[in-house]
């Protein structure tokens, strides 16, 4: 009789114990699904790519840290023996306009990026001069027009010139002949602004910049390359190539690629904005007068595509708008490029 009670209970034992296994195998595939639906859920979800706290006013680019540092406007030389130039790859905007005969020169400011070296640094002439005020840029230069040494010598804008400083914060290349041949590095302009007590902070008022959804919707022309003609002659004309692989531009002097002269970097270029303004001859040595005021006709080239807009002088920068407001800029480099009236955008730009 115990025999048979001990049977029982071991059968009733051994059902129990069966049953509590099955119900764990089958707990354990949903327990799997469970945590597989979550992981992939959460891939789902896009990653939100985190907002710098800061951007840079001329280039539209985050920064971690303060951006309002002052910017510094330098004058570059463009003549064919100036070339290849220093530290044109730094630079977040380049103006390039004509000083004197055929041959253009170059503002190129500088204000999220420092370069080491910077030359052949060429003389002033007013119109850049207005332009650097308009940034609140220090302005370098080595020598000046007539114009232009009356506004630096009343103190119009803060400035460091080679004529001053031949030497000492200007130095000479051994390898390129004068005018072709004065340099000035980042450390000495930083050491030449401090010896006048000029303060470098205070940056620039900041360009307005297309958003990441904005730019996946550029809309315009087809603008693989630009062709920019300053004079018959063809010293100072350029080219500017579109690289689908970096999204930028390439510039040309001629068909020698703008390159840094000690690192063979080339330049490349997110916004090309070229502006047509009136051109006037103020004396028998060729130099110019021009309207940096008036606003007129303008092409913007952005991402391998180009629009007819207009631009305006607002508050000292020189900016693109349609139907009286701002266009934005890809962020990046700006190169504006300055033409006469005569002969006018039509007849000094070839687009393809």
């Known amino acids: ?51 710098a706290p800061y951007s840079y006013p001329l280039t539209g680019v985050g920064s971690e840290t303060s951006t309002d540092t002052r910017a510094v406007a330098v004058m570059i030389n463009n003549h064919p023996k100036a070339r290849p130039q220093s530290g044109l790859t730094k630079a977040d905007l380049i103006y390039e306009i004509l000083a004197e005969g055929d ?16 030359g052949p640094v060429r003389s002033a002439r007013d119109y850049y001069i207005f332009l650097a005020k308009g940034l609140n840029a220090l302005y370098i230069a080595h020598g000046y027009s007539p114009e232009a040494k009356k506004l630096l010598n009343r103190n119009y804008i803060d400035n460091l010139n080679g ?20 340099y000035i590095t980042y450390e000495n302009i930083l050491k030449g602004a401090k010896q006048k007590k000029y303060s470098m902070e205070k940056g620039p008022a900041p360009f307005t910049f297309l958003t ?7 809309t315009g022309s087809d603008a693989k390359s630009v062709k920019i003609k300053y004079s018959n002659g063809g010293i100072s004309n350029s080219k500017f190539e579109f690289d689908a692989a970096t999204g930028k531009y390439k510039r040309f002097s001629g068909d020698e690629q703008t390159i840094d002269l000690e690192t063979k970097e080339p330049v490349l270029v997110d916004n090309i904005f070229i502006v047509e303004a009136k051109h006037r001859f103020i004396d028998s040595y060729g130099r110019r007068e021009i309207d940096l005021e008036s606003g007129g006709k303008a092409y913007l080239l952005q991402k391998g595509k180009v629009n007819q807009v ?14 009286g407001a701002d266009v934005p800029l890809v962020q990046g480099k700006t190169w504006i490029n300055v033409i006469p009236t ?3 955008l039509e007849k000094s730009i070839s687009l393809d």
């Open 1 to 51: 009789m115990k025999m048979k009670k001990w049977t029982v209970f071991m059968l009733v034992f051994l059902l129990l114990l069966s049953g509590c296994s099955n119900k764990e195998k089958e707990k354990k595939p949903v327990e799997k699904e469970k945590t597989v639906t979550q992981t992939e859920t959460e891939k789902e979800q896009p990653e939100e790519k985190p907002v």
């Open 310 to 323: 207009e631009w305006k002088n607002k508050n000292g920068e020189i900016v693109p708008v349609k139907n």
């Open 163 to 182: 004529i001053v400083y031949d030497g000492t914060l200007f130095k000479r290349s051994k390898t390129r002949k004068a005018p072709h041949n004065s």
């Open 342 to 344: 005569n002969p006018g």
């Open 103 to 118: 041959i253009t020169r170059f503002l190129a400011v500088f204000q999220s990026e420092k370069p080491k070296n910077i």
């Open 212 to 218: 990441e959804d904005e730019l996946k919707n550029i």
